[in-house]
C-alpha cells in the first residue's frame, strides 16, 4: 500500500542543526506533496506543503525542497529545536487518494 | 483554519463488543473523509475512504463488514469496529478534505482502541 519512500527511519540532531529527511514517489498523478509533523498519543498536523509546479518553499525555519524530475523531495529543518522531536511523515496525494510515507522519528538534542 | 473533531480520543471495549467512532468536520463540508490505522512507530495505513451517501471504499485487505463506515451528512462520519479483538487494539484516525479547497487534508486527534 504505501507508494511513498521516506529516509532515514530515525534521525539524530543537535540543537541548531540541520534536519533532513527525504521521500520518493512513483506515481507522477500526484499533484500534492505535504509533510506532517505528529506528536505521540496525536494526529498528524500540516507542517508544510508543495505541488509540483514549484521546486522549494520556505515557511520560517521549514523547507521543501522538490525535484519533479526525480520524483523526490525533501524536508529540510533549519536550526533544529528540542521541541522540533517528533515523527515527521511525507506524503503524496491527488484528488481523494492521500499515502504516506513510513515515517522519520526525529530526536533534537539539547 | 479547517478542523476535524474526532470523538472518543480513547475507548476501552470487552473483546466481542462494537465501538463506534465519530469524525467531524466542524468549520467546513467533507464529501469525502478517510479513515487510517496506525500502530506504534509506524505510519498511517490507509483503511477506506468515506464518501457521503455512498457506500465507502475500502482498501484491499480491510474487511468491510468488521469495520462499518457510515457518511450520513457533509460533516460527519462515523467508524464502527464490530466483534472487536485484542487485534484490532490500535489507533484510528480519520481525515477530511475541504470540498472547497486545494489539496489539504485536515487530520482528527485520532482514537485510541484498546480490546480487552
Known amino acids: 500500500q504505501q507508494q511513498v519512500k521516506q529516509s532515514p527511519q530515525s534521525l539524530i540532531v543537535q540543537k541548531g542543526g540541520i534536519s533532513i529527511i527525504n521521500c520518493a514517489y512513483e506515481?507522477?498523478?500526484?499533484?500534492?506533496f505535504p509533510w506532517y509533523q505528529q506528536f505521540p498519543g496525536k494526529g498528524p498536523a500540516l507542517l508544510i506543503a508543495?505541488?509540483?509546479?514549484?521546486s522549494e518553499k520556505k515557511e520560517g525555519r521549514f523547507t521543501i525542497s522538490f525535484n519533479k524530475s526525480a520524483k523526490q523531495f525533501s524536508l529540510h529543518i533549519m536550526d533544529s529545536q528540542p521541541g522540533d522531536s517528533a515523527t515527521y511523515f511525507c506524503?503524496?496525494?491527488?484528488?481523494?487518494?492521500?499515502?504516506f510515507g513510513a515515517g522519520t522519528r526525529l530526536t533534537v538534542k539539547p | 483554519g479547517a478542523v476535524v473533531s474526532q470523538h472518543p480520543s480513547r475507548v476501552i471495549c470487552k473483546s466481542g463488543t462494537s465501538v463506534k467512532i465519530e469524525c467531524r468536520s466542524l468549520d467546513f463540508q467533507a464529501t469525502t473523509m478517510f479513515w487510517y490505522r496506525q500502530f506504534p512507530k509506524q505510519s498511517l495505513m490507509l483503511m477506506a475512504t468515506?464518501?457521503?451517501?455512498?457506500?465507502?471504499?475500502?482498501e484491499q485487505g480491510v474487511e468491510k463488514d468488521k469495520f462499518l463506515i457510515n457518511h450520513a451528512s457533509l460533516t460527519l462520519s462515523t467508524l464502527t469496529v464490530t466483534s472487536a479483538h485484542p487485534e484490532d487494539s490500535s489507533f484510528y484516525i480519520c481525515s477530511a478534505r475541504n470540498s472547497g479547497g486545494i489539496g489539504g487534508y485536515t487530520f482528527g486527534s485520532g482514537t485510541r482502541l484498546t480490546v480487552v
Open positions: 468515506s464518501n457521503e451517501g455512498s457506500k465507502a471504499t475500502y
Open positions: 506524503a503524496a496525494s491527488r484528488v481523494n487518494d492521500m499515502r
Open positions: 506515481n507522477t498523478a500526484f499533484d500534492y
Open positions: 508543495i505541488r509540483p509546479d514549484v
